[in-house]
């Protein structure tokens, strides 16, 4: 869940060829279409691994981060596996946590706690949870499968020199924070540009932004900063990635629960 | 020791073709007692200090790797308690579907919290805690392969570790001290026999269990009264041989994670079942905060003759609380209450981050209504306790 920070992979909607085959098309279809088609572009990524930067920030400005090694293995027909491994603080440094993410169905969900050795398999309905005590929620960074909401194309506008598809989401999944999000992605190649999260109560929450998009093997584009801005209670939250790496060779046997005690 | 972990030091220093992992921590524990003791000389308070460096060195694209983790703890009260300890130092080979680890390590086995009886591996020790969470370093060849139909693990555990316990000063003992340098065993090759183990695990969807089996030295010690070398009362420990199953089974069914561990052991005194089975129902986001209540139920019963375990006939219920803020704090508030005998135990544990890099804990443990009859517990019945770490990480 934690997996594969979601967001830019939904980002990368869109299928170019899309307006010119418009007919009849309702703002639903045409959302959906756009959510497929960013699934499509990242598709085949097999594998990846990054590193990740986390940094909490309160409304008096004080700092407090983490850093997370992430490693995700593509699933064709279900959502990706994924690794997170806990490098800071040095309190947690050798947690680490496997995620089997799956469409509407809960997530499987593994925790290695290195202090007694101890595997454990946890509750994953978390998903509205801060993730380490951080603004983004695990719903925020777990893997984008596309029937995990519905879709509706808002409308098209400029994002900063981009020309963007905004869409609204309405999650799917039982228990997310959110009644709907507003997402921006790019017409170029689906990358994820902002997102604005509305609480349950209909209410303006979170804003994330993405950007120093960078390209992998000449097509896949992972963002090198995301920042969560938490407009009702003045925090927020960067992640700074980097180490990217695609196709590293990762197997089915580097995603199981028994390897969990080794994951480094 | 302090000569070994400069030995370990260089071995793996030496080997840096890749970066040299090197953590760990140091801590400060206040522990204060708040009734007065039931045995002389028993202390009233006490200031200690440990010391848990790690070193971790990989090479072969990480399929090699070697892993050192040394314990040390000063207690200028508990000549017991004052204690080194290799908790890890091992070679983890990684081939394809196969692994190896060679050399000291620790095993968790098991799902419940209350207490953990599947898990049999590693020796308690005892004068760190009696959660049996805090284990000595097992000598052992430990080969694990990954299949489709599941995991299989084989152990040969080469070398038995007897318990810790307190020294006459010490709280949380029996009414006599035992004296280990008279430990006997069953077996003739005594400390040096070779225990073996084999472990089944599988994951079906939303359950996972294991099938264990352990064949060897008994952990649990059981005791005689004897004489010391001065003419002093003593307890004498003795290790039995003894063959265990084992069965443990997590299922999550909803917002339900069902628990069960059940073991049958034999040995030539006696022999018999004992289980330990509940549920965890966690409430998310409690009262629109962002704190998570984990509420555990379990409840653990063995058809013992011999009334030896504490877990007899015994109900747990307990409540974890995650705060989900920057510093992670936790408490977790259980108590244990024997259905027979009403003796209740009652444990609080909390912990915070403070900024990056230190980490404060706490532990309340107090003992109530204890029955007269209840042996292990009633030589603990005064001391109750409240316990501070400060710990600093690396």
């Known amino acids: 869940m934690l997996s594969k920070y979601s967001i830019k992979k939904v980002l990368m909607v869109i299928l170019l060829g899309m307006p010119l085959v418009v007919m009849a098309q309702t703002a639903e279809q045409k959302g959906l279409q756009i959510a497929k088609d960013a699934k499509a572009y990242d598709a085949g990524f097999v594998d990846f691994t990054a590193n990740m930067l986390m940094t909490l920030m309160n409304k008096k400005g004080d700092t407090s981060s983490r850093e997370i090694r992430i490693k995700t293995l593509e699933v064709t027909g279900d959502g990706d596996k994924s690794m997170s491994i806990f490098d800071q603080p040095a309190d947690v440094k050798g947690t680490a946590m496997l995620t089997y993410s799956h469409g509407l169905e809960p997530d499987d969900q593994w925790l290695y706690l290195p202090a007694i050795k101890r595997v454990k398999r946890i509750s994953s309905r978390n998903k509205s949870g801060p993730f380490m005590g951080s603004e983004f929620a695990f719903e925020d960074l777990g893997s984008q499968e596309i029937e995990k909401y519905s879709y509706k194309l808002l409308r098209e506008e400029a994002c900063g020199e981009m020309q963007c598809y905004v869409l609204e989401r309405v999650p799917a999944y039982q228990y997310s924070g959110y009644k709907r999000q507003h997402v921006w992605i790019d017409k170029q190649a689906y990358r994820l540009i902002k997102a604005d999260f509305y609480d349950r109560k209909d209410e303006m929450l979170k804003t994330l932004t993405s950007e120093d998009y960078q390209q992998s093997l000449g097509h896949y584009w992972r963002p090198g900063k995301m920042q969560m801005v938490n407009h009702q209670n003045g925090k927020s939250t960067t992640l700074i990635w980097s180490n990217y790496a695609f196709k590293t060779g990762l197997s089915e046997n580097d995603f199981k629960s028994q390897t969990l005690k080794r994951a480094r | ?394």
């Open chain 2, 1 to 394: 020791m302090q000569r070994l972990f400069f030995f370990c030091l260089l071995i793996v220093t030496s080997l840096s073709a890749q970066a040299l992992d090197y953590s760990g921590n140091v801590a400060a524990e206040l522990i204060v007692f708040t009734q007065s003791a039931q045995f002389d000389q028993q202390m009233d308070d006490n200031l200690t200090l440990s010391f848990k460096p790690k070193l971790r060195q990989s090479w072969n694209e990480g399929n090699d790797e070697l892993s050192v983790e040394l314990f040390f703890r000063g207690d200028n009260q508990d000549d017991e308690r004052q204690h080194a300890d290799i908790r890890e130092f091992k070679w983890l080979h990684v081939s394809g579907n196969d692994e190896w680890r060679v050399g000291i390590d620790s095993v968790f086995w098991g799902v419940t919290e209350s207490q953990h009886l599947v898990d049999v591996i590693n020796q308690i020790d005892l004068v760190e805690g009696i959660d049996g969470e805090d284990k000595l370093g097992q000598p052992m060849i430990h080969y694990t392969t990954i299949q489709d139909w599941g995991v299989l693990h084989a152990f040969v555990l080469t070398g038995f570790r007897e318990a810790t316990f307190h020294a006459e000063q010490g709280r949380l003992r029996f009414p006599l001290v035992v004296d280990t340098s008279q430990t006997t065993y069953e077996s003739s090759d005594e400390e040096s026999h070779i225990d073996y183990a084999l472990r089944f695990e599988r994951n079906l969807g939303d359950t996972d269990f294991a099938l264990s089996w352990f064949d060897g030295t008994n952990r649990d010690a059981s005791f005689s009264v004897g004489f010391d070398q001065d003419g002093q009362t003593v307890l004498i420990p003795f290790y039995q041989q003894i063959t265990q199953f084992g069965l443990d089974l997590q299922s999550i069914i909803g917002d339900w994670i069902w628990k069960l561990e059940m073991i049958h052991r034999n040995s030539e005194a006696d022999s018999f079942t004992a289980a330990t089975g509940g549920f965890e129902y966690t409430f998310y986001g409690i009262a629109g905060s962002a704190i998570d209540l984990g509420t555990l139920v379990e409840y653990s019963w063995e058809d013992r003759a011999v009334d030896a375990g504490v877990f007899d006939n015994d109900l747990f219920a307990g409540a974890r609380f995650a705060f989900n803020d920057v510093q992670s704090t936790e408490v977790l508030a259980g108590f244990i209450v024997d259905i027979d005998k009403q003796s209740q135990s009652i444990r609080v544990e909390a912990s915070r981050r403070l900024g990056e890099s230190w980490k404060l804990s706490g532990e309340l443990q107090l003992f109530n209504n204890i029955d007269e009859e209840d042996l292990p517990l009633q030589a603990f019945k005064r001391d109750d306790y409240l316990l501070l770490e400060l710990a600093r990480y690396f």
